[in-house]
T-cell receptor, first 109, second 115 residues
Framework: GEDVEQSLFLSVREGDSSVINCTYT??????LYWYKQEPGAGLQLLTY?????DMKQDQRLTVLLNKKDKHLSLRIADTQTGDSAIYFC?????????FGTGTSLTVIP | GAGVSQSPSNKVTEKGKDVELRCDPI?????LYWYRQRLGQGLEFLIY????????KSGLPSDRFSAERTGESVSTLTIQRTQQEDSAVYLC?????????????FGPGTRLTVL
């Protein structure tokens, strides 16, 4: 099938690290994306990784890609209350984007 | 069960022509969203429908863009007098309500190419 899978919910304490996981479907996907949706707002592109990379770091965000297992993760260091949002992973296959259902991250003060 | 579907999956058109894109949300979902993703850019919010309320059109880039939704079912996004900069993947999503924690389920998108 075309399912990109994510856990629906994650809760962490402020200051801890958050790790959001995603499994995708097609090893030939060229780009993999992480989007953030804050309350009442549209989706915001956080970061993306090209499929020939294993890791990408951008400030507090670290993306890890395991192509063999078709597993993508997003680590947020020193999680803040402002990081509370829904996080979507997505894969690009050919001309189409396939999104996961999103992981709702709740940061507990 | 069926997810969000969109048609066509690909559309190639000539500059100046009108196009109509269709979205079939998940049955029972009251909220429907249209987004656009241009190559190399993030998703751009276009328009949002919630039940019978007036749609939030704040993201529409110009008056050439319009969208309709019949009740809580099918939505169509129309682009008049298409321009090359309209080339993008147009994504539709639906959710059960418009609550901030409600999961949005996305369709596969329509890739629009304007020659």
């Amino acid at each position: 099938g075309e399912d990109v899978e994510q856990s629906l919910f994650l809760s962490v304490r402020e200051g801890d690290s958050s790790v959001i996981n995603c499994t995708y479907t097609d090893s030939s996907s060229t780009y993999l994306y992480w989007y953030k949706q804050e309350p009442g707002a549209g989706l915001q592109l956080l970061t993306y990784i090209f499929s020939n990379m294993d890791m990408k770091q951008d400030q507090r965000l670290t993306v890890l890609l395991n192509k063999k297992d078709k597993h993508l993760s997003l680590r947020i260091a020193d999680t803040q209350t402002g990081d509370s949002a829904i996080y979507f992973c997505a894969e690009m296959k050919g001309n189409q984007f396939y999104f996961g259902t999103g992981t709702s991250l709740t940061v507990i003060p | 069960g069926a997810g969000v579907s969109q048609s066509p999956s690909n559309k190639v058109t000539e500059k100046g022509k009108d196009v109509e894109l269709r979205c079939d949300p998940i049955s029972g979902h009251t909220a429907l969203y249209w987004y656009r993703q241009r190559l190399g850019q993030g998703l751009e919010f276009l328009i949002y429908f919630q039940g019978n309320s007036a749609p939030d059109k704040s993201g529409l880039p110009s008056d050439r863009f319009s969208a309709e939704r019949t009740g809580e079912s099918v939505s169509t996004l129309t682009i008049q007098r298409t321009q090359q900069e309209d080339s993008a993947v147009y994504l539709c999503a639906s959710s059960f309500t418009s609550g901030v924690t409600d999961t949005q389920y996305f369709g596969p998108g329509t890739r629009l190419t304007v020659l």
